[in-house]
């Protein structure tokens, strides 16, 4: 490890160095990409330790991804040794997560409160729009999360909501958003930005909490601040404290590019960064203005294409990498096409030693881009990961087994209790499910309690009665397991085996239920996993059950990347907004149609097309060696072929740096359908989370099956004929008549 500062400072150009070293008041650093930003904040933290006596547990540094997060600490690490361990080093949600474990007596949670993630809430959401008994067409329980969500970044709760609703669409929202906080509370759990907005609360309500927080971080480091939302925001201002105050203010340094804000969409707002000056009287700027990242030529493609934004500052960033290669460009004739492309291209690179698969990566717009890639490269060979998308942790079986893990940290906790209410099924139906649901209505208790009191319910037939009493025998069982100081490995076996979950699925002749097996086996090495970790790590207790289920829920939410494989690692396929902060020698950019990126939503919208463009800046600005850009004529869209125009952002690159690898659209009739893939068993490239396999299940319904539809809410299932990917359903939403449904490409979730 560096432990001269002077040594410290010597990979660093003058304005960096200004930055690493400015000691006092708030520091603002805006530059443009490659610029060295999270540099400067990694030695900034290293210098902080080595000359200027900070203790790591000084230090709390806040970065926008997992993945960012853990490469920060590993930074510093290498600068500064071990003494890395003890510093906050994580993203916003982690440490409010630390904090709320420490507190939440001050709030009258239990420490052991659950985390619900996005598709937790959806659900939670629907069952309150059920109770609320709102027509879904009018009241989409998936537009009232979202809603939620925002009102949550900016702070806003239910009360606050309740007095600012005026027409009668928000009063029902104020309503749903009331009942469905109540409901996590009742549950004893928060859902993803309850983390930020309790942490706020928190600390405005309890003085002397805040100024604990207050003592003890005495450096701040934000990186990516562009896109920090309100909530994010008025949290940094808690903790940094005021002037005046009880406690001096910590030593704030944020860093961030206005131009590669990319978050709006969800309450991320620029003038965090505009105004700083303004929010923090004694604030210096610093610009840094030499990109290190990437050859001229990227760098004049990414300058041109931000340049036609009319709301920004301009820059001068420039480069001494020299002009390097023109960006390729390649015109496909279908999405099939161009991923054949994108396969020969690293193919050839690979083959002539100019890159490994673990150098390379493709963006796309939207996740469902990732599909043909992952076909492709499966059929040629390819080793490759997909990060963010339908992951590992969304997987049925996951949820399920992690359901079980959940009921039993938390036994109030009631979306994974009727989660696994008849899973495996042990008939619990619908119907034993309302009347526990009216028994706890009835006695306002929660359906927990009602479970354990079915003796109450009334009118129940005697063989769902005896089934919900077993229910709660094997639920004590496990909690015996629990209780009895097994680590979460340990219970996670005890589960698969008590339930009988395990042995269905491997007594199954599907094989889908085969993957499924191995999934868990996956989720089982997870969890020894942790509890190896832990046994390790010298500071830490040995891991809990809520431990885990915490590592789980936040990682099941990021974008965490798998470990390479070997030593070439292998091809990251990610969307655009994963990509931030990352960089590689080779990136190709794919899908640069109108409609595609820019999103159809942007179109003829001056806002949302400034914000796309800033995604196009940043995506450019990933590569550091290589860029290709590529469009097909044609693509398909809801099993339709649909001819796209070209990005305005392709043609925002001047010609002077193009290469086009093949301009001329041989338009013909749409290809045949995808070359079929060979299933394999597990996970192409090894571990889970990993390749994503392309087979998409068809849902398997039966009649009396409660489902959720992307638009039309929530329905029940009427009848089901034919099978496979032929099967279709018809669904009761509520309307005049059932709708059918191929559940092949009906987005509908079994509830
Ligand atoms: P982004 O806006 O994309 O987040 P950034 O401003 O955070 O970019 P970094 O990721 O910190 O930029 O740096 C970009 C690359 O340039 C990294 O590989 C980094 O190691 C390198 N770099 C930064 N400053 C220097 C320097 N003074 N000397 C050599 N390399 C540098
Ligand atoms: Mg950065």
């Not at 006596?53 to 510093?76: C, D, S, W, Y």
């Not at 005026?166 to 906080?181: I, N």
């Not at 590669?260 to 929010?279: K, P």
């Not at 005890?494 to 491997?506: M, S």
């Amino acid at each position: 490890p560096l432990t001269d500062p002077a040594a410290l400072l010597d990979g660093l150009n003058e304005q960096q160095r200004a930055a690493v070293t400015h000691s006092g008041g708030p520091l603002l650093i805006v530059a443009g990409a490659g610029s060295g930003k999270t540099r400067v904040l990694t030695h900034r933290i290293a210098h902080l330790l080595s000359a200027r006596g900070a203790h790591p547990g000084q230090i709390l540094a806040i970065t926008f991804t997992n993945k960012a997060a853990g490469e920060m600490r590993e930074r510093v690490a290498e600068l500064v040794g071990p003494r890395a361990q003890a510093m906050w080093v994580m993203t916003f949600h982690s440490a409010c997560v630390r904090i709320l474990r420490r507190e939440s007596r001050q709030l009258g949670f239990t420490s052991s409160f659950s985390i619900y993630d996005a598709a937790d809430s959806k659900r939670l959401m629907a069952l309150v729009c059920r109770d609320l008994e709102l027509d879904p067409k009018r009241f989409p329980p998936k537009s009232f999360s979202a809603k939620v969500s925002n009102l949550k970044n900016e702070l806003i709760d239910p009360e606050d909501f309740a007095g600012q609703a005026t027409d009668g669409f928000e009063k029902t929202l104020s309503e749903a958003y009331t009942m469905y906080q109540a409901r996590l509370r009742e549950a004893n759990a928060l859902d993803f930005d309850d983390i930020i907005m309790t942490t706020v609360h928190l600390l405005q309500a309890f003085p002397d909490v805040a100024e604990h927080y207050r003592r003890r971080f005495r450096h701040l480091l934000v990186d990516e601040y562009q896109d920090t939302n309100i909530a994010q925001y008025t949290l940094i201002r808690e903790l940094v404290g005021e002037p005046g105050g009880a406690v001096e203010p910590a030593e704030l340094c944020v860093v961030g590019d206005a131009d590669q804000s990319i978050y709006a969409f969800r309450g991320a707002t620029i003038r965090n960064i505009l105004q700083f000056e303004q929010d923090f009287p004694q604030a210096a700027t610093l610009l840094l203005e030499q990109n290190y990242r990437s050859t001229q030529t990227i760098l004049s493609a990414a300058n041109a294409v931000i340049a036609r934004n009319e709301d920004r500052r301009p820059k001068h960033l420039w480069t001494n990498s020299g002009g390097g290669a023109r960006i390729t460009g390649y015109v496909a004739d279908t999405e099939h096409d161009e991923a054949q492309f994108v396969a020969d291209e690293i193919d050839r690179l690979t083959d002539a030693g100019d890159a490994r698969p673990g150098e390379v990566a493709i963006f796309y717009r939207t996740n469902a881009q990732s599909r043909i890639f992952e076909e492709v490269f499966i059929r040629v060979g390819l080793p490759y990961k997909v990060v963010g998308g339908v992951r590992f942790y969304e997987r049925r079986e996951v949820r399920d087994v992690l359901a079980y893990l959940r009921v039993l940290a938390n036994p109030e906790d009631t979306v994974p209790l009727r989660r696994i209410l008849n899973v495996p099924k042990r008939g619990i139906g619908d119907r034993a499910e309302a009347m526990i649901e009216a028994l706890a209505l009835r006695e306002r208790i929660s359906f927990a309690q009602a479970l354990r009191r079915v003796d109450e319910a009334y009118g129940m037939a005697a063989r769902s009665a005896n089934a919900v009493r077993r229910f709660n025998v094997l639920l004590e069982e496990l909690r015996t397991v629990v209780e009895s100081g097994a680590g979460p490995a340990t219970v996670l076996e005890a589960v698969l085996e008590r339930t009988g979950y395990l042995a269905e699925l491997q007594s199954s002749t599907d094989p889908q239920d085969e993957t499924r097996v191995e999934n868990l086996q996956e989720l089982a090495a997870v969890a020894l996993e942790f509890e190896q970790e832990r046994a390790n790590a010298e500071d830490e207790s040995p891991g809990t059950l809520a431990d885990f289920l915490e590592r789980v829920a936040l990682v099941a939410d990021s974008d965490e990347i798998p470990d390479e494989e070997d030593e070439g690692g292998v091809i990251t396929l990610m969307t655009l907004h994963t990509a931030k902060g990352l960089e590689f020698p080779v990136v190709f950019l794919t899908g640069m149609e109108d409609g595609v990126f820019p999103h159809m939503r942007s179109l003829g919208k001056t806002k949302e097309l400034e914000e796309e463009r800033r995604l196009a800046y940043v995506g450019i600005t990933r590569a550091r060696q290589r860029l290709y850009v590529t469009r097909s004529v044609l693509r398909s869209a809801w099993g339709q072929p649909q001819h796209n125009p070209p990005s305005r952002f392709l043609e925002e690159v001047p010609e002077e740096f193009m290469d086009w690898r093949r301009t001329g659209p041989t338009v013909r009739a749409p290809e045949p359908k995808a070359p079929v893939v060979a299933r394999r068993g597990g996970a192409p490239a090894g571990g889970f989370a990993t390749g994503r396999k392309p087979d998409r299940p068809v849902v398997s319904l039966a009649p009396g099956d409660r489902v959720t539809h992307d638009t039309f809410g929530m329905g029940r299932v009427v009848a089901v004929q034919g099978e496979g990917d032929r099967a279709e359903a018809s669904i009761d939403f509520g309307g005049e008549k059932p709708k059918r449904l191929l559940l092949r490409y009906a987005p509908v979730e079994k509830l």
